[in-house]
């Protein structure tokens, strides 16, 4: 009783998992990815950025409590099973009885034998700072995030970038010890692609334990207990505070005049909205990894135009001009430091009819799109159509009325773009107040092997124009408040009068 207590406060209790049952869950479930024998082999598994994890004679994991070279604890391994690995293929398994999680845990198991070997598990002990923080994190704080902040640039820069972008100088040498395949740093600015989890303990518990595997190492040794926390806590101040729901709209409001330039400072205070980016499963030739996972986008109008900004991280602008190579439909390979320009295609649908919109890959054949376009290598924003990818016409350059111009510092691009609300062109899209106007998303990461149908994208999503709110919405409200003040004054007065007549 004594040692089962002892085993519950270390975190080293082995739960109950029958591995027989665990094998058919595995062949139903995970065979398709990570092979019907654990060797990461299965039909999915070339389609995968980063690779399927191997578990055949394989104990080496990169999300454990455990120290860095020990085996994870099958908690850690239940964890992952139920909570997926952002960022990668690996879904949540949340859905799963848990008992048949803990037997498929029970099944990875026994594809090692180093989970039997009692050198092995006799070490596999979670990290005690680790175990603590699971039931207690110290919080934040602006002197804590500060203090991050300069432990961040000394240990963490060179390889996520100075804003945590995934761009430090060191990005694009990395690669996974046992696989041998190239790899980049996490985006801190993407807590959804964190792969242990974006809360606090889990950053913690990261910083602390390492990343078995990658150049990510263990800080236990040179960074105290405190100095782990700072680091924690800049690390969540480094992204945007998470939402349950995503957005499903650019909120535009109306203003005297629009911002002439995509400063971040013209920009202060202007509504942003965050949209998730996926690769293009469904038109040859097919992508199956993101590399550019969100853009943010923010809008405002005046009587005469509208402005849009779009963000967007990209660990490295392209200078590549090869707009028109091609690649084969499956293409599993990770392509590198191809000649290709970047590119963003923000898409509108012409015709105002909300129920029914264009086909979302650039339209149909019936429903045609406009699309406001920029590459890197021409640094040119161009206005096109299209009914359909094989089908795009540019506009002549005296058709042409979207403005704009681009930055690119730290991994991100900033793109603003200009434009009157109307113009006389009847393929160009139409804005007034009150609008709602459907607007999707192309994004184009040119030395990642992506040009033509190979890119990242959206479906569609709202550009909304939100009406100016009228002067009299502001004083009616103090106004009848007011005035309902006066009406029960006089009632209150009027009837202590007839009252006090009464008592007469």
């Known amino acids: 009783m004594f040692i089962a207590l002892l085993g519950l406060l270390s975190g080293s209790v082995e739960a109950a998992g029958d591995a027989a049952n665990g094998a058919a869950v ?37 999300i454990r409590r455990t120290p860095v070279g020990e085996l994870p604890t099958d908690q850690d391994l239940f964890d992952i099973i139920t909570r997926g690995l952002g960022g990668t293929s690996m879904p949540p398994f949340e859905v799963l009885p848990e008992q048949e999680r803990w037997d498929v845990v029970a099944y990875i198991k026994s594809l090692s034998e180093d989970f039997v070997d009692p050198d092995y598990v006799s070490t596999a002990v979670p990290i005690p700072e680790v175990v603590a923080a699971e039931s207690s994190s110290e919080a934040s704080s602006p002197e804590s995030v500060e203090a991050g902040s300069a432990l961040f640039a000394e240990n963490c820069a060179k390889c996520h970038g100075v804003k945590g972008r995934g761009d430090g100088e060191q ?17 801190l600015a993407n807590p959804e692609s964190y792969r242990g989890g974006a809360a606090a303990y889990d950053i913690f518990r990261t910083i602390t334990a390492g990343v078995d595997g990658t150049p990510m190492p263990s800080h236990q040794e040179n960074l105290t207990l405190e100095e782990r926390w700072n680091l924690t806590h800049f690390v969540m101040s480094l992204h945007p505070e998470f939402k349950e729901f995503g957005d499903d709209r650019i909120v535009a409001k109306r203003a005297e005049a629009v911002p002439e330039t995509g400063d971040e400072a013209a920009w202060a205070g202007v509504a942003s909205s965050r ?25 405002v109008y005046d009587s005469e135009n509208i402005a849009i900004r779009l963000q967007w991280d990209d660990r490295m602008a392209s200078e590549g001009t090869d707009a028109v190579g091609s690649y084969t439909d499956h293409d599993e390979e990770v392509h590198w430091d191809t000649e290709h320009p970047d590119q963003l295609a923000l898409q509108f649908a012409v015709k105002k009819d909300l129920a029914v919109r264009p086909y979302f890959m650039m339209g149909d054949k019936k429903r045609g799109v406009n699309l406001w376009w920029w590459r890197s290598d021409t640094g040119s924003i161009t206005e096109q159509n299209a009914k359909g990818f094989e089908k795009i016409t540019t506009q002549a350059v005296e058709n042409t009325q979207v403005s704009g111009d681009v930055t690119y510092e730290d991994g991100r691009y900033t793109l603003y773009l200009k434009r009157s609300l109307s113009t006389e062109d009847k393929v160009d899209v139409q804005f007034s107040e009150g609008d709602w106007v459907p607007v999707s998303f192309n994004i184009w990461n040119g030395d990642r092997g992506e040009v033509g149908q190979r890119r990242n994208l959206t479906t569609w999503y709202w550009l909304s124009l939100e009406p100016a709110v009228p002067s009299k919405a502001y004083m009616m409200p103090p106004l009848t408040f007011l005035l309902t003040f006066v009406v029960l004054g006089i009632l209150v007065r009027s009837t202590r009068r007839r009252l006090g007549s009464t008592s007469e």
């Open 26 to 62: 595995y062949a139903k479930r995970c065979s398709q990815c990570h092979g019907d024998d654990g060797e990461a082999d299965g039909a999915a598994a070339g389609h995968s950025f980063p690779r399927p994890r191997k578990f055949a004679e394989n104990s080496t994991y990169k």
């Open 171 to 187: 990005w694009d040498t990395m690669e996974e010890k046992w696989t041998k395949t190239r790899m980049v740093p996490a985006n």
């Open 275 to 299: 949209f998730k980016l996926l690769p293009n499963i469904i038109e040859p030739p097919r992508n199956y990894w993101t590399t550019v996972e969100y853009v943010s986008a923010q809008a």
